[in-house]
């Protein structure tokens, strides 16, 4: 395709500028440390401008910055830029990219009890396993050997990838994605301590994911003694995410890798948590929060607020503390000879 | 069942007071935050008082504390009470919650060794591969796509879920749990540095499970080089606990989600971890020791001790550090001002 | 086998020292804690040095220390020593240890797309999914339930576990170790932030594994929007490690139990991260570096540099710095006796 086709699709989805110049073929998209002919690659900001003088690809995405454009028209590549860049680099993947999506059948080899119930352009891969009373909406795409407990019920163009296991009564929302190895609806953590031991406690609740959330590789959402665990709509966990019994997650949330909610945590919308985080039992998180990575939380923390460290406290106050933790060493020895000075 | 009915099987466990009044029909058990009439609901204690006033429970699982049980009174809700009300809220559970456990049968798209001995009423879900020689108890259970190597043994009753895995030579006692997704008996990470890079060490040795050890999902308890790596009955691990080759671990402790315990790490008996706990090579636990959720434990703790932070101190003085810790900033500005005057 | 031949085998691979004394029967290795007779145990250096004087093993493997060699003679147990005993306790692991490897076959449950091209000598469990298009060589062994999607190869005696998922494009050198549970080149986390939502991007690039690559089980390695995700040859990491999309990991690097790097992190070679070590987007590793357990890096670390903490700093600030930490209350209490001194 040509790059005047790329800039054209592109404007179909976002206010772009551009400056086509030979209008060269472009046959993909590449990163820019490794990019070759006929691509298009991204600048992401100023950190990567040099790139620009030595990057052998055909094209640029740019962000809406003048000095990156000129830089760009004095080395003779055609550019595209946008006021977020990297919207402007997800549609153009888009453009060449055609993800693995297979084709609505039901392999001979899956296991599915005889009360489940199917509806249409499903697809549901060879050693999928579907036990009663299971129901699979409109455009589901199972992939091979995930697990399905019964009562589970699956809406419409959600995906299950390999592996998943989905225990039972988990209602999975619409366009959710499970990526593989994820554990979902499994029993939570509860023991009471008796003077014979744990007593396990029953697990008699269920998980809810609403519409659009994605639970990364290897993550376990468990399901609590009585109630649900509930994840908001469009919230989405990267991998081995830890959610607890009777959590509630609100909408559009992003947790990175590792983040570990104990039991009961309520989190609001909007929340981001850094790579393993983790929130103690029973702690609200208010809308728009976010926590820094390695973050422990062990106190409720307010819409808006931005934290860090362990135990976490106002990231302002982190960032001053962490730097004089540094300087522990010296303030201490200073400190004796004022000390000794003082006795003097 | 009547609430009445209900107090009588309660009573027939544990020692309760109880109050029936208009002694409704309850028909299961909610969540304090979501009851609905015809429940009976849990009340773990004074912070969640205000619920009693507003609840449409019909009746209520209390503390043996007597002004929580006057304002149930004056709001007219029939309640029950124990020492350890979470105690009575698990047996309520137990009362009403049917866990789906499937009847003994070998799925015929298993597919298992000849030479594996299998006693009755076992139950072995499809798409389960069963390697030579292993040994599977009475009453065990294993649901689908569970993949067990050469030479495991598995006890009376142990339930195996979806998706995990069981290596070479493991022995998992009676009524052990594993959750989905987790693998015990991997290979232990033991590798030589030698001139020619990495060297494997052979990991010859088993993972032995005692009975009423429960995993969580996506758990890895590994094997090592000689010997065995042994965790003691009736000790429970959360979601992605990770156990290092040659670890001991005692009786009754419990482990909350992604505890990692390095390599060789000896834990006693009653031990509890919190959340992202992790323990370094070859260290020692004490029986009753704990740790606080995001611990780094570098040195060995003893019995009964409770240490925090990373590295880990104990546990009154990790309070008092932390709290200071928010306060280096303007501790760092006083003293600088000290040292100035100081100079003068 | 005597020990004379256990000896003799040994010193075909590295040079050893040896008193043969009686010349005991040998039958295996045993862990020094737990040895029993006609075994050969390990003593790792002078920490273990009174199991010596009580031990049945009727052999042992020594450092080249005299004094424990000496008291070894003492207890007239015969002994091999070398430079790294280590490798001398791997070296007799060998001797005995014959580990499970399945003959070449594919199980007949197995479900193969027809355009897969499988070399000979491969080994194919029950259950193994195929997709189409992937290229399996000489010498692979897929254990059961694992599922490899599209345009995956895998080269030379690859080992992969059982319950294991390749995602589509991804690339498997030879001699590489797959863990059970373990999910190669899943979809990287990446959303673009936009006024309806999140934007999910997609994620066109792979995941490439040099020769030699270990992947602990339950780890995930995502794949990048574009471009690749690669780990150098013999790079070795343990259980639950996850490695963002777009990162590049050096050859020779060993990342303990829940490593976890976020999204375009770049390593050197021969680097270590200690267990539940994070490393923060972009950041870069310089060779030989190595950041204990515990540590979050949020900073670029240079060749050859030792870190601790979190946010991660120097390790001999660190040691110092996390010495005074345990002091603060007490230097708090001082330091305000001083302030008011001075104000007087």
Not at 84 to 111: E, G, K, M, N, Q
């Amino acid at each position: 395709m040509r790059f005047s086709e790329v800039v054209a699709h592109l404007s179909q989805k976002i206010s772009v500028t551009a400056k086509e110049g030979k209008n060269p073929e472009i046959k993909g998209v590449s990163p820019i440390e490794e990019a070759t002919m006929q691509t298009i690659s991204y600048i992401e900001g100023r950190k990567f401008a040099h790139y620009i003088n030595i990057t052998p690809a055909s094209a640029l995405i740019l962000p809406q910055d003048e000095t990156l454009q000129a830089q760009a028209d004095d080395q003779g590549i055609p550019w595209v830029a946008a006021e977020v860049p990297r919207l402007l680099f997800a549609h153009a993947i888009d453009l060449f990219y055609r993800p693995f999506h297979p084709t609505p059948d039901v392999h001979p080899s899956a296991v599915i009890d005889p009360s489940a119930e199917i509806q249409e352009n499903v697809y549901i891969g060879a050693n999928v396993v579907v036990y009663p009373r299971v129901k699979i909406s409109s455009g589901v795409c199972i992939y091979p050997n995930v697990v399905i407990y019964p009562d589970v019920t699956i809406d419409d163009r959600a995906i299950l990838h390999a592996n998943a296991t989905i225990h039972e009564r988990t209602q999975i929302g619409k366009d959710c994605i499970i990526h593989s190895g994820a554990v979902i609806g499994g029993e939570g953590f509860g023991f009471v301590p008796t003077s014979q031991g744990w007593l396990k406690m029953q697990q008699s609740g269920c998980v809810v994911l609403e519409e659009g959330v994605e639970v990364g590789s290897n993550s376990n959402i468990d399901r609590p003694a009585v109630g649900e665990t509930r994840i908001g709509r469009n919230t989405k966990f990267d991998n081995a995410v830890h959610i607890g019994h009777g959590c509630r997650v609100g909408e559009n949330c992003a947790f990175a890798a590792q983040v570990v909610l104990a039991g009961g945590v309520k989190v609001g919308n909007n929340v981001l948590l850094g790579g393993q985080s983790a929130i103690a039992n029973q702690i609200t998180i208010g809308d728009g929060a976010r926590a820094t990575g390695h973050s422990g939380i062990t106190r409720d923390v307010k819409a808006g607020e931005i934290v860090s460290g362990s135990p976490a406290v106002p990231n302002h106050i982190y960032l001053r503390s962490s730097a004089i933790y540094k300087r522990l060493p010296e303030m201490y020895r200073m400190f004796q000879k004022l000390v000794k000075g003082s006795k003097n």
